[in-house]
């Protein structure tokens, strides 16, 4: 069945670069886009950015100068990276397949000294 | 970038009645092949999103008949008929048509 489980540090110090993975299980990624979505503690959710089945990626335009979404097919797996974060960028973040119908729990991320 | 508008912010209901919620957007959401890439998401609290209607007015698989989507162009809607204490939680709308692709602020479903 399909799967997605994101993984990373729970804390980040402000200013350092964020590193989360993206594993994926019960499809291809060459077959599918994986999109990255946010939610802020208490707020609503913010669609992060994508990376579609060809490899191309969209992001956020609020966020484009500091984010970067890849992955490696043979792991079945999708990286986001962010840098120069913030405590705004506090945040549980969601990787979801294309068409969203299928969504990984989150992790949380809080970026503090 | 596009703005979705969700309205009410809070729907107080009672467990049975119908619940409507408005998604507006500020341009128009027609894809240039003919499709209209709007969906609704409910979440619950501690919870992930889940998919409830993808283009406008097509139930994602176990959704049950009284979830309906509606609308085009730019206006959108989303009905409850019947309110289930399972229906409470927070509804998103949100666009795919556009790059880069928006959600709407959500708006609460809670008992009146």
């Known amino acids: 069945q399909v799967q997605l489980k994101e993984s990373g540090p729970g804390l980040v110090q402000p200013s350092q670069t964020l590193s989360l993975t993206c594993t994926v299980s019960?499809?291809?990624?060459?077959?599918?886009?994986v999109h990255w979505v946010r939610q802020p503690p208490g707020k609503g959710l913010e669609w992060v950015g994508a990376i579609w089945s060809g490899g191309s990626t969209d992001y956020n335009s609020a966020l484009k100068s500091r984010l970067s979404i890849s992955r490696d097919t043979s792991k079945s797996q999708v990286f986001l990276k962010m840098n120069s974060l913030q405590t705004e960028d506090t945040a549980i973040y969601f990787c979801t397949r294309g068409g969203r119908g299928y969504w990984g729990q989150g992790v949380m991320v809080t970026v503090s000294s | 970038d596009v703005v979705l508008t969700q309205t009410p912010v809070a729907q107080p209901v009672t467990l049975g009645d119908q619940a409507s919620i408005s998604c507006r957007s500020s341009?128009?959401?027609?894809?240039?092949?003919?499709?209209?890439?709007l969906e609704w998401y409910l979440q619950k609290p501690g919870q992930s999103p889940q998919l409830l209607i993808y283009?406008?007015?097509n139930r994602f698989s176990g959704v049950p008949d009284r979830f309906i989507g509606s609308g085009s162009g730019s206006d959108f809607t989303l009905k409850i008929s019947r309110v289930e204490p399972e229906d409470l939680g927070v509804y998103y709308c949100f666009q795919a048509t556009h790059d880069p692709n928006t959600f709407g602020a959500g708006t609460k479903l809670e008992l009146k």
């Open positions: 019960g499809f291809s990624l060459t077959s599918n886009s």
């Open positions: 341009q128009s959401l027609v894809h240039s092949n003919g499709n209209t890439y």
């Open positions: 283009k406008v007015s």
